[in-house]
């Protein structure tokens, strides 16, 4: 299976870490629904740990869903998810455990696999708790991406080493679609901007079939939720956020309570102009414009076009520069750009150095196409 | 343009330099034609650099094609490969001047870049060894890329550049190919360097290195460079007169197993699963399948094996793999510990990898 762009969905840790059940499934399928997610793109609902027992079925060797929160079982679950156009995904872990201690897939990747088939699984978050100290990672992930594979069942394989052991490097070439690249997320300004900081030089290993995940998205959160840290984050810095989801072309998981959102938080969540940045079918890396301390991010999109994202983390308004030297465009050229901004569909066009007024934890992202002067 | 698995082209660029004319471009292009290579997949033919004139034109500063060494325009040549299936293909340079001392594009990328696409050039393999020594060679690949793209973004663009930098900005320039020494010093496949692993990615693909055959081509260092080459994801290139190449040769370049390996959609590259310079790539192809290349690099036979646990196999699994070797050879067998064979100095064997139940045990 061909995973062509970054794969987009909705997982239950953030907001709900283990206090789920089959109940805030149906809820959050249902949301995902009728909330216009699934039609801007969200098609994965993904039960993240805690969803099965700490042992095995002694005869068969399956994991056992925890009848606390799936007294049906977990088949009535998935068929729920589909019957709403959706796509299933669930958790496991490199591990004997996962990282809430319940049953890992260590020495049981194949067991595991042939059952996520059966029940109709359709993406697979694989952690990397609680594994042998000795063992090693990599060949860890080549088998389940080799028991997914041979299960016949087409199925997103989620890595999530957290950016170990130079994950970039070889994670393509053992089968998976993404991988993590840094620990987990928190619903606060420091945690997402060092996951997003820490990426800027490795995104050039990210590209159709497989991606660099930045982890769960948490914009909307609002403090609360199992991620949630008490800081209340503004609209500016959620766009923030959402707009480098975007610009690095990293899987769009959301981790915020889709049922309760705001409306402002999921018209973002589903700006089409933003989403169609994310999923460009070049799937490109940005780069980084300007001097070291200038967030200004470029990238090449499908069709000629380019995409700048400027981010002011600063307290106070400021203007940010641009200059198309900087992406190829030479004075001589005679081209210019012809740019709209993304969010308020502003248009200007620009052939020298622009300075572009961002508000103060913000950030501004424009489109560009080349035009004959 | 999206450029989601390795172009396979034949290439006169060295065999010819700049000797090149319409009547031996158009030959090589019926023996693409008429030996297999287009039905296995080359579509693309590189001519080198002799087809400009030395300089400029002086009013305008555009490119000249020598008309007369074409027998007509680059365009008209371009058309006349088009028809055979094949796709034109040229070298030209970041820098002030071509490896044959011809114009290069420095200061003119988007006038050359206009240039091309009028003319029906589908691929442009760009060399940097002649930039200004201060200038920035990242910003100056984005400038072509952005040239392209600006004229239409139909253009293969293969860069041949040893800026330290290129590997991990390759991807945002806009090129779709990139390979780590200039073009002069391209030729001869190697190894991807481990830190350039995981940067080739399908719309920007790490080139292994151009194959440049004379008459006397030894078989076995072919199979090799292209068993190398095909694991990595790597574009192939072919440097050669084909029409003087023996069927034997021929027979390697075009075989379908290589190809198939080398273009598999999932375009992933293989890992290495035990040091240089014997040793065992992997490779996830698409549909569930395996590729597994046994390579030895030394100068006397080696016992090389690969073990099926590290290919991911577990005793949970009830599964043993099937090997099936290709590329000249016919053979199958199956194991669930390891696959042990002896592979002669500079040998190497390609097999096919997939699981299967064992004996007796149903679904």
């Given at each position: 299976?061909i995973?062509?762009?970054?794969?987009?969905?909705?997982?239950?840790?953030?907001?709900?870490?283990?206090?789920?059940?089959?109940?805030?499934?149906r809820?959050?399928?249902?949301?995902?629904?009728?909330?216009?997610?699934?039609?801007?793109?969200?098609?994965?609902?993904?039960i993240?740990?805690h969803?099965?027992?700490?042992?095995?079925?002694?005869?068969?060797?399956?994991?056992?869903?925890?009848?606390?929160?799936?007294p049906?079982g977990?088949?009535?679950?998935?068929?729920?998810?589909?019957?709403?156009?959706l796509?299933?995904?669930?958790?496991?872990?490199?591990?004997?455990?996962?990282?809430?201690?319940?049953?890992?897939?260590?020495?049981?990747?194949?067991?595991?696999?042939?059952?996520?088939?059966?029940?109709?699984?359709?993406?697979?978050?694989?952690?990397?708790?609680?594994?042998?100290?000795?063992?090693?990672?990599?060949?860890?992930?080549?088998?389940?991406?080799?028991?997914?594979?041979?299960?016949?069942?087409?199925?997103?394989?989620?890595?999530?080493?957290?950016?170990?052991?130079?994950?970039?490097?070889?994670i393509?070439?053992?089968?998976?679609?993404?991988?993590?690249?840094t620990g987990?997320i928190?619903?606060?300004?420091k945690?997402?901007?060092?996951?997003f900081?820490?990426q800027?030089?490795?995104l050039?290993?990210?590209?159709?079939?497989?991606?660099?995940?930045?982890?769960?998205?948490?914009?909307?959160?609002?403090?609360?939720?199992?991620?949630?840290?008490?800081?209340?984050?503004?609209?500016?810095?959620y766009?923030?956020?959402?707009c480098?989801?975007?610009m690095?072309?990293?899987?769009?998981?959301?981790?915020?309570?889709?049922?309760?959102?705001?409306?402002?938080?999921?018209?973002?969540?589903?700006?089409?102009?933003?989403?169609?940045?994310?999923?460009?079918?070049?799937c490109?890396?940005?780069?980084?414009?300007?001097?070291?301390?200038?967030?200004?991010?470029?990238r090449?999109?499908?069709?000629?076009?380019?995409?700048?994202?400027?981010?002011?983390?600063?307290?106070?308004?400021?203007?940010?520069?641009?200059?198309?030297?900087?992406?190829?465009?030479?004075?001589?050229?005679?081209?210019?750009?012809?740019?709209?901004?993304?969010?308020n569909?502003?248009?200007?066009?620009?052939?020298?150095?622009?300075?572009?007024?961002?508000?103060?934890?913000?950030?501004?992202?424009?489109?560009?196409?080349?035009?004959?002067? | 343009?999206?450029?989601?698995?390795?172009?396979?082209?034949?290439?006169?660029?060295?065999?010819?330099?700049?000797?090149?004319?319409?009547d031996?471009?158009?030959?090589?292009?019926?023996?693409?034609?008429?030996?297999?290579f287009?039905?296995?997949?080359?579509r693309?033919?590189?001519?080198g650099?002799?087809?400009?004139?030395?300089?400029?034109?002086?009013?305008?500063?555009?490119?000249?094609?020598?008309?007369?060494?074409?027998?007509?325009?680059?365009?008209?040549?371009?058309a006349?490969?088009?028809?055979?299936?094949?796709?034109?293909?040229?070298?030209?340079?970041?820098?002030?001047?071509?490896?044959?001392?011809?114009?290069?594009?420095?200061?003119?990328?988007?006038?050359?870049?206009?240039?091309?696409?009028?003319?029906?050039?589908?691929?442009?393999?760009?060399?940097?060894?002649?930039?200004?020594?201060?200038?920035?060679t990242?910003?100056?690949?984005?400038?072509?890329?952005?040239?392209?793209?600006?004229?239409?973004?139909?253009?293969?663009?293969?860069v041949?550049?040893?800026?330290?930098?290129?590997?991990?900005?390759?991807?945002?320039?806009?090129?779709h190919?990139?390979?780590?020494?200039?073009?002069s010093?391209?030729s001869?496949?190697?190894f991807?360097?481990?830190?350039?692993?995981?940067?080739?990615v399908?719309?920007?693909?790490?080139?292994?290195?151009?194959?440049?055959l004379?008459?006397?081509?030894?078989?076995?260092?072919?199979?090799?460079?292209?068993i190398?080459?095909a694991?990595?994801?790597?574009?192939?290139?072919?440097?050669?007169?084909?029409?003087?190449?023996?069927?034997?040769?021929?027979?390697?370049?075009?075989?379908?197993?290589?190809?198939?390996?080398?273009?598999d959609?999932?375009?992933?590259?293989?890992?290495?699963?035990?040091?240089?310079?014997?040793?065992?790539?992997?490779?996830?192809?698409?549909?569930?399948?395996?590729?597994?290349?046994?390579?030895?690099?030394?100068?006397?036979?080696?016992?090389?094996?690969f073990y099926?646990?590290?290919m991911?196999?577990?005793?949970?699994?009830?599964?043993?793999?099937?090997?099936?070797e290709?590329?000249?050879?016919?053979?199958?067998c199956?194991?669930?510990?390891?696959?042990?064979?002896?592979?002669?100095?500079?040998g190497?064997?390609?097999?096919?990898?997939?699981?299967?139940?064992k004996d007796g045990?149903?679904?």
């Amino acid at each position: 299976m061909i995973v062509k762009t970054p794969p987009m969905g909705w997982n239950t840790w953030n907001t709900f870490g283990e206090c789920y059940n089959e109940e805030v499934l149906r809820e959050t399928a249902d949301a995902l629904a009728d909330r216009g997610f699934a039609e801007a793109g969200y098609k994965y609902l993904i039960i993240d740990d805690h969803w099965v027992m700490e042992h095995r079925d002694p005869v068969t060797h399956r994991l056992i869903p925890r009848p606390g929160k799936f007294p049906n079982g977990i088949e009535p679950v998935a068929e729920y998810v589909h019957g709403k156009g959706l796509k299933f995904g669930v958790y496991s872990c490199v591990g004997a455990r996962t990282c809430g201690a319940k049953m890992g897939s260590f020495e049981y990747e194949f067991t595991d696999a042939e059952w996520f088939s059966e029940i109709g699984v359709d993406y697979l978050k694989h952690d990397y708790c609680l594994r042998p100290e000795k063992s090693d990672g990599e060949t860890l992930y080549r088998r389940m991406s080799l028991a997914l594979r041979d299960s016949g069942r087409d199925t997103v394989f989620a890595a999530c080493n957290w950016g170990c052991d130079d994950v970039w490097s070889w994670i393509r070439s053992i089968g998976a679609h993404t991988y993590r690249s840094t620990g987990d997320i928190c619903d606060n300004f420091k945690s997402f901007t060092d996951i997003f900081r820490s990426q800027v030089f490795k995104l050039g290993a990210s590209a159709s079939g497989c991606f660099n995940d930045l982890d769960m998205i948490t914009v909307g959160m609002d403090g609360e939720g199992n991620v949630g840290t008490s800081e209340l984050l503004t609209e500016g810095v959620y766009r923030i956020q959402f707009c480098v989801w975007c610009m690095f072309a990293s899987p769009l998981i959301l981790g915020c309570d889709v049922r309760t959102v705001k409306d402002k938080y999921r018209d973002l969540l589903c700006n089409r102009e933003l989403i169609r940045i994310n999923q460009d079918s070049e799937c490109r890396s940005p780069f980084p414009v300007g001097f070291d301390d200038s967030l200004v991010f470029c990238r090449l999109l499908d069709g000629g076009d380019i995409a700048v994202l400027l981010i002011n983390v600063n307290d106070n308004a400021c203007n940010m520069s641009f200059l198309p030297y900087d992406i190829g465009l030479t004075e001589e050229s005679g081209y210019k750009l012809s740019i709209k901004d993304v969010l308020n569909g502003d248009t200007f066009e620009a052939s020298d150095i622009m300075f572009v007024p961002v508000p103060p934890k913000d950030c501004r992202m424009l489109r560009g196409r080349l035009v004959k002067k | 343009m999206v450029l989601s698995v390795p172009p396979l082209a034949v290439s006169v660029a060295r065999t010819f330099g700049d000797g090149i004319d319409g009547d031996r471009v158009l030959g090589i292009a019926r023996a693409m034609s008429d030996r297999g290579f287009v039905r296995a997949g080359y579509r693309y033919l590189n001519i080198g650099d002799g087809w400009a004139k030395k300089e400029r034109d002086p009013e305008s500063g555009s490119l000249l094609a020598d008309e007369s060494k074409l027998a007509g325009s680059l365009g008209s040549l371009a058309a006349e490969l088009n028809s055979l299936g094949i796709r034109l293909a040229i070298v030209t340079s970041g820098g002030t001047r071509t490896p044959n001392g011809f114009p290069g594009s420095f200061g003119h990328e988007y006038e050359d870049a206009s240039f091309y696409a009028e003319n029906g050039v589908s691929m442009i393999a760009q060399d940097f060894s002649s930039l200004p020594r201060r200038t920035d060679t990242v910003t100056m690949i984005r400038r072509t890329g952005m040239a392209l793209r600006a004229n239409g973004d139909s253009i293969v663009y293969s860069v041949y550049s040893d800026s330290e930098d290129l590997t991990k900005y390759i991807r945002a320039t806009g090129a779709h190919i990139y390979h780590l020494r200039p073009f002069s010093r391209a030729s001869g496949v190697i190894f991807p360097p481990k830190e350039t692993h995981g940067y080739s990615v399908p719309g920007s693909l790490f080139n292994c290195g151009d194959i440049v055959l004379g008459k006397d081509v030894d078989k076995t260092d072919l199979k090799r460079s292209l068993i190398i080459a095909a694991m990595a994801s790597s574009p192939i290139t072919v440097d050669a007169d084909i029409t003087s190449l023996d069927d034997e040769t021929v027979s390697l370049l075009t075989d379908p197993d290589l190809t198939a390996v080398a273009t598999d959609a999932e375009c992933r590259p293989a890992r290495m699963m035990s040091p240089e310079p014997e040793t065992v790539m992997l490779k996830v192809l698409d549909g569930n399948r395996y590729a597994a290349a046994f390579v030895n690099d030394t100068d006397e036979t080696r016992m090389i094996s690969f073990y099926a646990h590290d290919m991911g196999l577990t005793r949970d699994a009830r599964r043993v793999v099937a090997a099936d070797e290709r590329v000249g050879v016919c053979r199958k067998c199956e194991f669930s510990d390891d696959l042990s064979l002896p592979l002669e100095k500079k040998g190497s064997a390609l097999f096919y990898l997939t699981l299967k139940r064992k004996d007796g045990e149903v679904k």
